[in-house]
T-cell receptor, first 111, second 113 residues
Framework: SQQGEEDPQALSIQEGENATMNCSYK?????LQWYRQNSGRGLVHLIL?????REKHSGRLRVTLDTSKKSSSLLITASRAADTASYFC???????????FGAGTILRVKS | DAGITQSPRYKITETGRQVTLMCHQT?????MFWYRQDLGHGLRLIYY???????DKGEVPDGYVVSRSKTENFPLTLESATRSQTSVYFC????????????FGSGTRLTVV
């Protein structure tokens, strides 16, 4: 069963706008990760945030983690057409040696 | 080139046939994984391996067999393909299992007719 559930399922925005995607999970975790998947390609690791961290940045990406609510958000600022992709969160279920992925959010950035 | 390579990229097979999907990585990562991706289900773990000769079941292992005689290779075999195994299959590797990022292959699109 899926550990992470992304919300919304799909998001369409204009180039230059910010995109926010949310992920909720069910069990305790040690880390949460976000991945991007372009159409027809494999997933690419974007960022990892550990359970003792609340916020992390990488370029135009900002990830927050609220372990009390078992939720995370991924913010992409100043979006570009090239950001069009599916975005997945994944969790390790507390020091597990494998990741469980959510169903993903499809992001479309219109130019 | 270094990386993780899956083959074939596309495969059509008939119901009941055995088919093997190949996965090769050049980083000597300890962990390797097989996921299947289906609409509405996201990625589901089939099997994973923590090291050579160590494999374990994931969420949906029925109908699949894996082996890992060498660190760099992790083939996935469908013993008797069924239409429900039509999917996109992704192989991934990681140095630290769930404690670090995964590197994914480009996937194999398998159609069972």
């Amino acid at each position: 069963s899926q550990q992470g559930e992304e919300d919304p399922q799909a998001l369409s925005i204009q180039e230059g706008e910010n995109a926010t995607m949310n992920c909720s999970y069910k069990t305790s975790i040690n880390n949460l990760q976000w991945y991007r998947q372009n159409s027809g390609r494999g997933l690419v690791h974007l960022i990892l945030i550990r359970s003792n961290e609340r916020e992390k940045h990488s370029g135009r990406l900002r990830v927050t983690l609220d372990t009390s609510k078992k939720s995370s958000s991924l913010l992409i600022t100043a979006s570009r057409a090239a950001d069009t992709a599916s975005y997945f969160c994944a969790t390790d279920r507390e020091y597990g040696n494998k990741l469980v992925f959510g169903a993903g959010t499809i992001l479309r950035v219109k130019s | 080139d270094a990386g993780i390579t899956q083959s074939p990229r596309y495969k059509i097979t008939e119901t009941g046939r055995q088919v093997t999907l190949m996965c090769h990585q050049t980083w000597s990562h300890s962990y390797m994984f097989w996921y299947r991706q289906d609409l509405g289900h996201g990625l589901r773990l089939i099997y994973y391996s923590a090291a050579a000769d160590i494999t374990d079941k994931g969420e949906v292992p029925d109908g699949y067999v894996v082996s890992r005689s060498k660190t760099e290779n992790f083939p996935l075999t469908l013993e008797s393909a069924t239409r429900s195994q039509t999917s996109v299959y992704f192989c991934a590797s990681s140095e630290s299992g769930g404690q670090g990022g995964y590197t994914f292959g480009s996937g194999t699109r398998l159609t069972v007719v």
